[in-house]
């Protein structure tokens, strides 16, 4: 029977979602065909909550379930005009990709310029959403998501050495998320001027989120004792994997092998927690050398494919 669709209704729904999300991860063999519970929790408690991606998410999620109450598929965006299907292996039929993709472009489609786009995301490996996207006048974009993964099997972990003066460590005490938050400002932020600079409350967000640990919280430290870099760990117990988010150099840093050591350095501690995976994504050419040198080679390719909806 065809599942039914209806809106997100509040915080149940996003246990719910988060636990489907789980669900399906360990169902695709832990290949992200869609989202992990942890890039749910980044985008509600960051990009939605700190960085405005959207008003709120109440208004944005669309949910499909069977007959006996049991979540099929879920539609989501990321920020304005786009469209992730997050979608039961088992339900994945040509007639539910559509109806999804009819209500992503009555919802989820973002207007500028006097038209409405929207781009909608499909993995490499899915030949049947790729062909119903081309015919229905989507075509792939130029900036895809490059998915990195690293099995944890007690393989030896790539070498990282820090330059003279330099240490890793975890993030400290509260005293010091002005620090963390100014070195997250400058790693992304590098061509605005520092009185746009908007404070650090933010990062309360940010251990706000459910898989936050601050042992996973993991900074490059320079002689002088600034935060130079960083990298953040969310560590998923239950499919044992931990995916990277962010990870960033300050780019008076850069070019030290910091991001190498931050990450390796992730990976360590993802092992003593028992951890077998380790999964990163990386749009840049500068982002995607760094995690091929840490992660290994083969990295796997969600597309954005792109309409004018008129």
């Not at 992200?32 to 700190?50: I, S």
């Not at 944005?60 to 539609?75: R, S, V």
């Not at 119903?132 to 690293?150: F, K, N, V």
């Not at 995607?288 to 796997?300: C, D, E, F, K, Q």
């Amino acid at each position: 029977m065809h599942p039914n669709m209806r809106p997100y209704q509040g915080e149940d729904d996003y246990w719910r979602l988060r636990a489907f999300l789980r669900e399906v991860f360990l169902l695709n063999e832990r290949h992200e065909l869609g989202w992990q519970p942890a890039r749910l929790d980044y985008w509600r408690w960051h990009a939605v909550a700190n960085c405005q991606a959207l008003p709120c998410i109440e208004s944005y999620i669309f949910l499909w379930e069977t007959a006996d109450g049991q979540l099929a598929a879920a539609l989501n965006p990321e920020g304005p005009g786009d469209a992730h299907l997050q979608v039961h292996p088992a339900r994945a039929t040509p007639a539910l990709l559509n109806e999804m993709i009819d209500v992503a472009e009555a919802h989820l489609a973002h207007a500028r310029a006097g038209r409405r786009e929207l781009t909608i995301w499909a993995h490499e490996s899915d030949a049947t959403r790729r062909e119903i996207l081309a015919r229905r006048g989507y075509a792939p974009g130029a900036w895809p998501e490059h998915q990195h993964q690293r099995e944890l099997d007690g393989s030896p972990l790539p070498d990282a050495t820090l330059p003279p003066g330099y240490s890793v460590r975890s993030l400290g005490e509260a005293s010091e998320l002005p620090a963390r938050s100014w070195a997250s400002w400058r790693a992304f932020h590098p061509d605005e001027p520092d009185d746009a600079y908007q404070g650090w409350e933010w990062y309360h967000n940010i251990q706000r989120c459910p898989m936050y640990r601050r042992d996973l919280d993991i900074v490059a430290v320079a002689p002088d004792g600034a935060i130079a870099g960083f990298c953040t760990v969310w560590y998923d117990d239950v499919t044992r994997t931990g995916t990277f988010e962010p990870v960033g150099i300050m780019p008076e840093h850069q070019q030290r092998g910091l991001g190498r050591a931050v990450m390796v350095e992730g990976l360590r501690r993802l092992e003593r927690l028992g951890g077998t995976l380790a999964v990163v994504g990386g749009f840049s050419v500068a982002a995607n050398a760094l995690y091929t040198s840490v992660m290994g080679p083969g990295a796997r390719r969600l597309e954005p494919w792109e309409k004018n909806l008129g």
